[in-house]
């Protein structure tokens, strides 16, 4: 930028999806009506390092197994979902349980339980990511195939027909690609494969935003899928980007040379992360 102004450029939406947001104000509810008893959450309710730790303060035990929650304790399934099995241990528990998850990832669930035995199902997603885990826990297909990268089409059989989903934190351009790939192979490719509207919304904002920017943030946990998707994005567009989970991980040496700065967020992230970063941005002389 001429002169050596600074700007400070906001993709929008910034913040929580409704998703994480129905699943915080079930723990808020839950929390406020059992003050003094612990909330089991099943693995992470939302992928975010600083609102995990702030639902311990309010008595939220975070396991990974269902064999770690004492019989008839409070229990919430995260926003990811959870397999058939997960609910059946927990019912030999005899567990109180309270489900949060995202109601996309409800309809992901129910495209996969609603497929014919004989049907192959081609996943799209991170194998070990929680949202796949609870989709290979419910779905009624004998065959089924994860592919985690475009390349891995190659690896598929021959079959005259199959099921196409996809986890819903994935690039949606990757998604389109990917089903395009899927037809030239399967002639008769059922293709339900979707990606969240506020996923797809902050990645199409990212990828026009970045190409004007010398550095591009993202403001999320580095374990989010979302988040670390979108710094993909920005990486392709900007010759600078980086991940950065508060204000205290960007340094003045990050910005160095920098006069055009965006920011972005996964759909995880609290305001209160958001507002730190641009809150150092602007201490810094950057002006939206």
């Known amino acids: 930028m001429a002169n050596g102004e600074k700007h400070l450029f906001l993709v929008e939406p910034l913040g929580f999806c409704g998703g994480v947001k129905h699943a915080l104000e079930l723990f808020d509810k839950i929390a406020a009506q059992n003050p003094d008893e612990h909330i089991y959450v099943f693995q992470e309710l939302v992928h975010n390092s600083i609102v995990t730790d702030a639902m311990r303060k309010r008595n939220a035990v975070f396991v990974e197994s269902i064999d770690d929650i004492p019989h008839n304790a409070i229990t919430l399934f995260g926003a990811h979902g959870v397999g058939a099995a997960v609910e059946e241990e927990a019912r030999k528990r005899n567990l109180r349980c309270y489900d949060a998850v995202c109601p996309l990832v409800l309809r992901l669930q129910q495209n996969a339980v609603s497929a014919p035995e004989n049907l192959p199902l081609i996943l799209f997603g991170d194998r070990?990511?929680?949202?796949?885990?609870s989709v290979l826990g419910r779905t009624s297909s004998r065959q089924v195939f994860i592919l985690e990268k475009l390349e891995d089409v190659e690896k598929l059989p021959?079959?005259?027909d199959a099921l196409f989903l996809c986890q819903t934190t994935r690039n949606q351009q990757e998604v389109r690609q990917l089903a395009a790939l899927l037809k030239k192979?399967?002639?008769?490719l059922h293709d339900m494969a979707s990606v969240c509207d506020a996923v797809a919304l902050r990645q199409a904002a990212i990828a026009e935003l970045a190409p004007k920017c010398d550095l591009m943030l993202v403001v999320s946990s580095p374990h989010s899928s979302n988040g670390r998707r979108m710094l993909s994005i920005a990486k392709e567009k900007c010759p600078r980007a980086m991940l950065v989970e508060d204000g205290d991980d960007l340094g003045e040496e990050d910005l160095e040379g920098v006069c055009n700065v965006g920011v972005s967020s996964a759909t995880s992230t609290p305001d209160c992360t958001i507002n730190a970063v641009i809150a150092k941005l602007e201490a810094l002389g950057y002006v939206r």
């Not at 192979?185 to 008769?188: D, E, G, M, N």
């Open 128 to 133: 070990q990511h929680p949202e796949i885990k």
């Open 158 to 160: 021959s079959m005259e």
């Open 185 to 188: 192979r399967i002639p008769h």
